[in-house]
């Protein structure tokens, strides 16, 4: 039996045949615009979602919250980035917020705060609750 020529050769895989329906120009831009919405799909919720966090450094000195009255908007999501100034560790804690965090001294922690709908939200240092307290006020 003779031979045959790579035109008459049958595709081993029925993909194969897909890919000679297209030239190699058309692949290309097949391959760019699905790069191009990979790289939206991406892009955009990470944008959305940076433009919307509030950060909000908070420090413990002295076994007290500064700034003790923390303001967030009604509705959208807040991060408290809380350093201990303290040799000693110190535990925020809010069961308004359920919250707990314990911060070493001389170490920092973040707290996520989900959307709040309107209202004070007491927090206070677990381990020294006379002197470290504070509210989040979401308005």
């Known amino acids: 039996m003779p031979a045959r020529s790579n035109a008459q050769r049958t595709p081993r895989h029925a993909s194969a045949a897909v890919w000679k329906r297209y030239s190699a120009t058309d692949w290309i831009a097949r391959l760019a615009r699905g790069a191009s919405i990979l790289v939206l799909a991406l892009a955009l919720p990470g944008a959305a979602v940076a433009d919307e966090i509030m950060r909000i450094d908070v420090t413990i000195k002295d076994h007290r919250f500064s700034p003790a009255e923390i303001h967030v908007p009604t509705g959208k999501p807040a991060m408290l980035v809380i350093k201990n100034e303290d040799p000693t560790p110190e535990e925020f804690d809010s069961a ?29 240092g677990e381990f020294h609750a006379d002197t470290a307290q504070g509210v989040v006020i979401s308005e």
Request: without cysteine; charged residues 20%; hydrophobic residues 40%.
């Open 96 to 124: 308004a917020l359920k919250v707990e965090k314990v911060i070493v001294g001389g170490g920092s922690a973040t707290v996520r705060l989900r959307p709040l709908g309107p209202g004070r939200y007491p927090f206070m």
